[in-house]
């Protein structure tokens, strides 16, 4: 198992930047494929990005593409995510996610941060 805890969410002003980072405890972090999900107020969790084990693939959805990076650092046992240029739609709880198998549902999950864009 891998425990998941976000942190480096806050309040910030529209076109502003935030990094989140989401410290992994457990089992070898580089096992896991990793990945960013956020819920809006009033709305569903959405898929953000995803990142390989290696680090070198990544995707993200078309609402944060050219705006948000992902990224690991695998002796660090700590995914990232650099959100730039940010909108008050990116307002939401922002969840880092993990699993084992190269496919299916996301398992471990955080508790989640805040991210409030004003406008």
């Known amino acids: 198992q891998v425990q998941l805890v976000e942190s480096g969410g806050g309040l910030v002003q529209a076109g502003g930047s935030l990094r989140l980072s989401c410290a992994a405890s457990g089992r070898t972090f580089s096992s896991y494929l990793m990945a960013w999900f956020r819920q809006g107020p009033g709305k569903e969790r959405e898929f953000v990005a995803r990142?390989?084990?290696?680090?070198?693939?990544?995707y993200n959805t078309n609402a944060v593409k050219g705006r948000f990076t992902i990224s690991r650092d695998n002796p660090k046992n700590t995914l990232y995510l650099q959100m730039n240029s940010l909108k008050p739609e990116d307002t939401a709880v922002y969840y880092c996610?993990?699993?084992?198998?190269?496919?299916?549902?996301?398992?471990?999950w955080g508790r989640g941060t805040q991210v409030t864009v004003s406008s």
């Open positions: 996610a993990a699993r084992f198998m190269d496919y299916g549902d996301f398992v471990y």
């Open positions: 990142i390989s084990r290696s680090g070198v693939g990544t």
